[in-house]
């Protein structure tokens, strides 16, 4: 059973741009929900991270907006360089597993 | 700090062989989980253990899947009679705390059946 849908699957943006992904998840038990960067040949990497009591936050360039409502959360990224093309995956932490997304690859053109 | 480090990074089985992951989390943690990939699809679950105990094999297949995290040395997944279905990438994250807000991924073991 799928528990976190994440969109688009792809996604094109031009440098300067911004890029947003989005996840829905339906178990209300969920408590942290984490976002993941991931490129090629590598581990993913936490990139932020928010808690349900909490409807947005920020870190540089990277912003997550929750709505604990509509169970969804999504990722921001301003100012969109090249060097940000790598696969993200938002992810959900269920006792102590995380649930993951299915990956979202951006591109960023130069 | 050296990160998680799992070895090897690339491994080729043939079918009916057995295939063994090894994962030394970072210095201090004592918990660690065990995910797979599947090609353009996310991470799965598949074991969270501590030291000694496996706490959670919810995502494991029934068989020939085996992990252990024994007192001196790394986790071990291991995988008998592999088959080409088990081609993915295995990663493996550790964390100091027995949750995973901490946790921090290797950069995987690439497993290819043949």
């Known amino acids: 059973q799928q528990q976190v849908k994440q969109s688009p699957q792809s996604l094109i943006v031009q440098k300067g741009g911004i890029s947003i992904i989005n996840c829905a998840y339906e178990n209300t038990a969920f408590d942290y929900f984490p976002w993941y960067q991931q490129f090629p040949g590598k581990g993913p990497a936490l990139l932020i991270a928010i808690r349900p009591d909490v409807s947005e936050k920020k870190e540089g360039r990277f912003t997550i907006s929750f709505n604990k409502s509509a169970k969804q959360f999504s990722l921001h990224i301003m100012d969109s360089q090249p060097g940000d093309s790598a696969t993200y995956f938002c992810?959900?932490?269920?006792?102590?597993?995380?649930?993951f997304g299915q990956g979202t690859r951006l591109t960023i053109n130069p | 700090n050296a990160g998680v480090m799992q070895n090897p990074r690339h491994l080729v089985r043939r079918r009916g062989q057995e295939a063994r992951l090894r994962c030394s989390p970072m210095k201090g943690h004592s918990h660690v989980y065990w995910y797979r990939q599947l090609p353009e699809e996310g991470l799965k679950f598949m074991v969270y253990l501590q030291k000694e105990n496996i706490i959670d094999e919810s995502g494991m297949p029934k068989e020939r899947f085996s992990a252990e995290f024994p007192k001196e040395g790394p986790s071990i997944l291991r995988i008998q009679q592999v088959v080409r279905g088990d081609s993915a990438a295995y990663f493996c994250?550790?964390?100091?705390?027995?949750?995973?807000?901490?946790?921090?991924f290797g950069q995987g073991t690439r497993l290819t059946v043949v």
């Open positions: 994250a550790s964390s100091p705390l027995p949750d995973n807000t901490e946790a921090f």
């Open positions: 992810a959900a932490s269920q006792a102590q597993k995380l649930v």
